[in-house]
Nanobody, 115 residues
């Protein structure tokens, strides 16, 4: 059974940092591209960052230079390091893995940036 479990969210002050983790099971993780999405209240879900199976990364303009996506295939883990957080980064963050027509989602983890 495929499962993705996010962790690491929480409340942080503006300018602070958080590291989100995504634990994958029930799949051959290293063949999947991994993505982090977020959804703020009243807004559509948006793509934040992508890392391919080969390690190529891409970022939304709004997080470029502040967020870093990474993966550890040996541990079936993905990460999103978030630095210099802003109130507008407040959202539920979701981990997604995709391989051709296969796509799986985690349950999400709340990130709140507020003083």
């Amino acid at each position: 059974q495929v499962q993705l479990v996010e962790s690491g969210g929480g409340l942080v002050q503006p300018g602070g940092s958080l590291r989100l983790s995504c634990a994958a099971s029930g799949m051959t993780f290293n063949i999947y591209a991994m993505k982090w999405y977020r959804q703020a209240p009243g807004k559509q879900r948006e793509l934040v960052a992508t890392i391919t199976s080969g390690g190529t990364t891409n970022y939304a303009d709004s997080v470029k230079g502040r967020f870093t996506i990474s993966r550890d295939n040996a541990k079936n883990m993905g990460y999103l390091q978030m630095n210099s957080l802003k109130p507008e980064d407040t959202a539920i963050y979701y981990c997604n893995v995709a391989y051709y027509t296969r796509s799986y989602w985690g349950q999400g983890t709340q990130v709140t940036v507020s003083s």
